[in-house]
């Protein structure tokens, strides 16, 4: 059982517009940035969102990420068949004392 | 450009112990917390454990609290973690990942060692 809930799947014709919701608590999400990473099939994770909605260099702005209270929400427009991977959200608890992730998404292009 | 390589997995029997490397080159080592993340086979991504920059401070995920302990040595800049009384439930691929300066986010991924535990 993960910490942050994330969605298992969601799917979108090429194209389209599809969101990935990660739900926390004040312990995590409310009081920490969020970051989101895309794992494309065998590979390690990339960083693709960093300080909630800010995108590292090289990363699309098709990507998107956004934090209000406890839950964040990583946004994908114009999707491609390329886009295909698990995304999942991290940060950090305070309570814990360690860094939390969500259970991961699965994106499908139809 | 940053690297991190991981090093030391394989199949080690329940109880067994390992010790997992990740050699970092490409920026300053000394000034960045340095995590370790695992995913079992088909699972999603577990946080393990940090240890700060200076190697002051460490925290572990509560699985592994007592039997995992993270190290770096700064002047060789590589990271550790060395897995004692190991567990089928420890199988997973380990990554080790440098983080921001802050350690709720992990800039940079290494590819990744498989530690299969096993009879």
């Known amino acids: 059982q993960s910490v942050l809930t994330q969605p298992p799947s969601v799917s979108a014709a090429p194209g389209q517009k599809v969101t990935i919701s990660c739900s926390g608590t004040s312990s995590n999400i409310e009081n920490n940035f969020v970051a989101w990473y895309q794992q494309l099939p065998g590979t390690a994770p990339k960083l693709l969102i960093y300080?909630?909605?800010k995108r590292p260099s090289g990363i699309p702005d098709r990507f998107s990420g956004s934090k209000s209270g406890t839950s964040a929400t990583l946004g994908i427009t114009g999707l491609q068949t390329g886009d295909e991977a698990d995304y999942y959200c991290g940060t950090w608890d305070g309570s814990l004392s360690a860094g939390v992730f969500g259970g991961g998404t699965k994106l499908t292009v139809l | 450009q940053v690297q991190l390589v991981e090093s030391g997995g394989g199949v080690v029997q329940p109880g067994r112990s390992l010790r997992l490397s990740c050699v970092a080159s490409g920026f300053s080592f000394s000034s960045y917390g340095m995590h370790w993340v695992r995913q079992a086979p088909g699972k999603g991504l577990e946080w393990v454990a940090v240890i700060w920059y200076d190697g002051s401070n460490k925290n572990y995920v509560d699985s592994v609290k007592g039997r995992f302990t993270i190290s770096r040595d700064n002047s060789k800049n590589t990271l550790y973690l060395q897995m004692n009384s190991l567990r089928a439930e420890d199988t997973a691929v380990y990554y080790c990942a440098r983080d921001v300066g802050r350690a709720d986010t992990f800039n940079y991924w290494g590819q990744g060692t498989l530690v299969t535990v096993s009879s």
């Open positions: 300080e909630n909605n």
